[in-house]
């Protein structure tokens, strides 16, 4: 067998695992695991090396998707995916396909899908494989595939986001955010949010983080400003930094305190104000993309 094969479709394989687990470091064993279960097949079965490729992937995926969606049910407040870094040659893998399938929002909205679902949808919709390749990858018929594509997408069709703007503009809404924020500005963020902007902060139970989320320019303003008084009043502040990075195709601040991620601010711009502001400070979730940071 050309092991070539798999290190070749590798981007193309992280790409479809991130967006099924909303994990690049489960993505990442699920890619190692699924290098071994391809280096052992006998090479006399295999019609595709490329969708034997696939196909082990995207079911090792699927059983672990099964498991992880219990977990998620008892996690302690909002449930974010974990971040990772977009943009110039960052993540390359990440950009295979349309960089909007990336953002936390969408991966989040993916989690209204059954496995299943979730696999097809993906497979079709985002890597344009054919019903008949998803149906032999899946272990099912052309007609079942087509169906819970159907299904996923009426689930999907209303809240799908889309990215607003230049990832220029972008940015630089989310660099004058940085500034507001970081003095405090309270005028300045006012006028940076939208009057329904969203804000979902996920600690995982190990961070301090909002237990649910938060809805409204007011709400949202009184919380940020909170968290900055209590930063100030602590010490932190004076030994913090702020930068702004693109994090899954959207701007995002990143805050240190004393050289150590604390937290990373995900940036949804639309019509050059923000709409929603994710917050992941799980330190479980912040370890992939704090290596990244690093050798950035």
């Given at each position: ?31 190692q695991d ?179 989320p938060l ?47 604390e937290s ?33």
């Amino acid at each position: 067998m050309d092991h070539d094969v798999f290190t070749a479709e590798r981007p193309r394989l992280f790409a479809i695992a991130y967006r099924m687990l909303g994990s690049a470091s489960d993505a990442e064993d699920v890619l190692q695991d699924a290098w071994l279960r391809y280096r052992g097949a006998d090479q006399a079965d295999i019609r595709s090396p490329k969708a034997l490729a696939m196909t082990i992937v995207t079911r090792l995926c699927l059983d672990r998707l099964k498991s992880a969606r219990a977990a998620r049910e008892t996690y302690v407040g909002p449930w974010l995916p974990e971040p990772v870094l977009t943009g110039d040659d960052s993540r390359p893998d990440l950009q295979v396909q349309r960089s909007e399938t990336v953002t936390l929002a969408f991966l989040v909205l993916l989690e209204a899908l059954s496995p299943e679902e979730r696999a097809v949808f993906l497979l079709k919709d985002v890597f344009d494989y054919e019903h008949a390749e998803i149906a032999e990858m899946l272990g099912m018929s052309p007609a079942n595939s087509r169906q819970l594509l159907r299904r996923a997408k009426l689930r999907l069709v209303e809240r799908r986001p889309r990215l607003s703007g230049t990832a220029e503009s972008r940015r630089a809404v989310a660099e004058r955010f940085a500034q507001a924020f970081a003095s405090g500005d309270s005028d300045a963020l006012t006028a940076l949010l939208a009057k329904d902007v969203g804000f979902w902060s996920d600690g995982g139970g190990k961070a301090t983080a909002a237990r649910r989320p938060l809805g409204g320019r007011e709400q949202v303003l009184n919380f940020l400003l909170g968290v900055r008084r209590a930063a100030e009043t602590a010490g932190f502040l004076s030994q913090a930094s702020l930068t702004v990075e693109e994090v899954n195709a959207e701007p995002a601040v990143v805050l240190r305190v004393r050289q150590q991620l604390e937290s990373i601010f995900v940036v949804s711009v639309e019509g050059g104000t923000i709409a929603g502001i994710r917050v992941v400070r799980n330190p479980d979730k912040l370890a992939h993309i704090d290596r990244r940071l690093t050798l950035h």
